[in-house]
């Protein structure tokens, strides 16, 4: 069932629990994760980013690919297609599209033109009965090209931010995109809480979430964060599957390189990331 992200975050809030959103790349990426939400009775979201959306030929590809997967596997869980770390050309791409949910990326912009730009991205949403997602403060490592140093947001910016009707809000803690380092440091969980008292009731987002250890994920979901992402860690489990595969040779037996033997050791490593990190979430049932 394709829905905005709204209520799912909403629900995840009052409950304290988080709706991971799980970043696709093809069809076996997105198949894996629906099938496991379902599984699980678990809401999810599906994150898009530019460069996969382009990979994958584009955003009306991923939303066809997506409706038909929702009817042709019954699926009926709430499932949201979003767009992650979007541009400003890009939100009205996806909007066009027919995407559910949409993130605007303002946090590298001068705030004054972060509040412009998401103020009129809220209008739009709202009229089309989609969510938006905006930021504040850097993540870090680099997503599609743009760098962040990982600075924690300022709790002032995110309270502008959020009174302008935004349906969730992602506040740099700490947190890094990708694998994080030896000695990275950890979450702000002082930032964090600053940032909760002043937007309430605002479902809160935390980006990076591979490799955040589980006690710091279960802190910020006390905290207030009821949407986390996950991506790099489905890459690392679908690499480190196939790697195995081919190494044992098993692509050289019978049929083993016909590609739907190929990549289901890695959609099957998919899959069990998937289920880890809604248990961890608290999404299990909840749909």
Request: net charge negative; aromatic share 6%; proline share 3%.
């Amino acid at each position: 069932m394709l829905v905005s992200a709204k209520e799912m975050l909403q629900k995840a809030k009052a409950g304290h629990y988080a709706v991971g959103q799980f970043n696709i790349n093809n069809l076996e990426w997105t198949k894996a994760i629906l099938t496991t939400a379902q599984e699980l009775n678990s809401p999810v979201i599906l994150g898009v980013s530019e460069g996969a959306g382009k990979y994958m030929t584009g955003y009306k590809t991923v939303v066809a690919m997506v409706k038909g997967m929702l009817e042709e596997l019954k699926i009926t869980v709430p499932v949201a297609i979003h767009l992650d770390h979007g541009s400003y050309e890009a939100c009205h791409k996806c909007i066009e599209a027919g995407f559910s949910s949409i993130m605007f990326d303002g946090s590298h912009l001068p705030i004054e033109e972060n509040v412009e730009k998401t103020k009129e991205l809220v209008k739009i949403c709202a009229e089309k009965g989609m969510s938006l997602e905006a930021e504040v403060g850097s993540i870090g490592g680099e997503e599609d090209g743009v760098v962040g140093m990982g600075e924690c947001a300022d709790p002032q910016e995110c309270k502008r931010i959020a009174d302008l009707g935004v349906d969730m809000l992602a506040a740099g803690i700490g947190n890094i995109h990708g694998v994080y380092p030896p000695n990275w440091k950890g979450l702000s969980f002082e930032t964090l809480a600053a940032v909760q008292e002043l937007t309430g009731a605002m479902p809160l987002v935390l980006h990076g979430g591979t490799g955040i250890p589980s006690d710091q994920i279960k802190k910020a979901i006390d905290l207030g964060v009821s949407k986390i992402n996950v991506n790099t860690e489905c890459q690392l489990a679908f690499a480190a599957a196939t790697r195995e595969y081919i190494e044992a040779g098993k692509d050289k037996q019978g049929k083993g390189f016909d590609p739907r033997k190929l990549l289901l050791p890695g959609t099957e490593a998919i899959k069990a990331t998937v289920k880890e990190k809604m248990e961890l979430f608290g999404s299990v049932g909840k749909a």
